[in-house]
């Protein structure tokens, strides 16, 4: 898929050829899950898998959608004078809401486009792919309309399609990825000052192998709300003995001492993953600085355990792709990445062991769940942009 295969599928589609092109990526994260709205650090990287669009303006006020990806739904059309959510419009929504929360911020549509989607994310495979829709549109948006906004407008406009519009409440980390992505570099982010440090990606002789269990997952419909409002009542309840903001604000050892203030079994295991695994992804930076990649293989895993246990957030599917990978040779490290409950895990795995990897844990999950699972070695890409005049 690239630049000029969608120019031609858009004419297909439309009849005449798209004014401009563009890409979006998907993301993966080395390690910092659920912190980012717990006030915590992440470390994402954009990916070269993405979401490419090709889009023209017209002179009416319609907009009309079609996706490659999912053309059973046909030629989605609307006005772009009407931008309510309506949920039967299905995927619709995310270029929609994006418009919607564009418009909030004082941006005029004072005509429509034509727009062609065509992505080669797996759909609900926790890679971002709404995400990644909703800085595509972003992007276009900006250059149809001549935009006087920001990339970091835009990603925070993503987020709010999120929690506003669709009504999941997400973190800033996805939109945050994408929308600012580079090439080869990882992003070291605090959520709390939004200070972040482009990071090369340098993992010696290893690679980061992407494991996606294809089970699809939905986090609008999953209990990612539920673990929010359960970080934000035991934040609430420390916050009666102790003076801070956000679980990111407290070292492993302030929260121990805090714990009789939760005296809830299942609030204080949410709590300890978000304090202890924001402590986590400050010290993988740290052991990648000092080029110390089994201590940084650890810190993966061991995310991975405290979101399978503490934060109950993985699947048996998960769980075998990220048990097999740790026994095999050359692996560092293994988890999860995204919101959870399906979709993909990461191993840091020795290049000359990629094949062999592959195979095994591919084979394995075969026997156990009856259908494959697909693996692709991640490339670090920049972010949301046009790729033709
Ligand atoms: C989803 C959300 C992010 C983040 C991750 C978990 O991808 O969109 O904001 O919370 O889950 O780290």
């Avoid at 992440?42 to 070269?48: E, G, K, N, Q």
């Avoid at 995310?94 to 080669?120: Q, R, S, T």
């Avoid at 993992?203 to 089970?215: F, T």
């Amino acid at each position: 898929m690239d630049a000029a295969s969608i120019k031609q599928e858009y004419q297909k589609v439309f009849d005449v050829a798209p004014q401009s092109v563009f890409f979006s990526p998907g993301r993966i994260n080395l390690i910092g899950e659920h912190t980012d709205y717990n006030g915590g650090h992440v470390f994402p990287c954009a990916i070269t898998l993405g979401t490419f669009g090709a889009a023209s303006p017209r002179t009416d006020s319609t907009v009309r959608l079609y996706s490659a990806n999912l053309p059973k739904d046909g030629m989605l059309t609307f006005d772009v004078n009407d931008l309510d959510f309506h949920k039967d419009f299905g995927w619709g929504n995310y270029p929609k809401g994006m418009l919607y929360e564009l418009a909030k911020k004082g941006a005029k549509f004072d005509h429509g486009f034509d727009l062609y989607v065509h992505g080669n994310l797996p759909d609900g495979s926790g890679l971002s792919s709404s995400a990644s829709l909703e800085l595509l549109v972003g992007v276009i948006a900006k250059k149809l309309y001549n935009l006087d906004v920001e990339q970091m407008d835009l990603v925070y406009a993503g987020q709010q399609v999120e929690n506003d519009y669709i009504g999941l409440n997400s973190g800033i980390m996805d939109q945050f990825a994408i929308g600012m992505g580079k090439k080869d570099q990882a992003m070291f982010l605090d959520v709390n000052t939004m200070k972040y440090e482009y990071y090369p990606v340098d993992l010696g002789d290893n690679v980061v192998l992407i494991m996606n269990s294809n089970k699809s997952h939905d986090l609008a419909s999953s209990k990612y709300n539920e673990r929010r409002s359960q970080c934000e009542e035991a934040l609430r309840r420390i916050q009666k003995g102790v003076d801070v903001k956000t679980l990111g604000d407290l070292s492993k050892e302030q929260f121990d001492q805090a714990t009789y203030l939760i005296n809830d079994d299942t609030l204080i295991r949410r709590a300890r993953h978000a304090v202890f695994e924001n402590q986590r992804t400050i010290d993988a930076k740290q052991a990648l600085d000092d080029h110390d990649l089994k201590t940084f293989g650890h810190l993966v895993s061991a995310s991975h355990i405290s979101l399978q246990y503490d934060y109950e957030v993985s699947v048996p599917e998960l769980d075998t792709l990220v048990d097999t990978a740790w026994d095999q040779k050359g692996v560092l490290g293994a988890r999860i990445i995204g919101g959870g409950f399906g979709g993909c895990a990461i191993a840091i795995v020795s290049r000359d062991q990629v094949d062999h990897v592959q195979q095994v844990v591919g084979d394995t999950y075969l026997k156990r769940f009856g259908y494959a699972a697909d693996f692709y070695v991640a490339e670090i890409a920049d972010g949301t942009h046009e790729v033709t005049a």
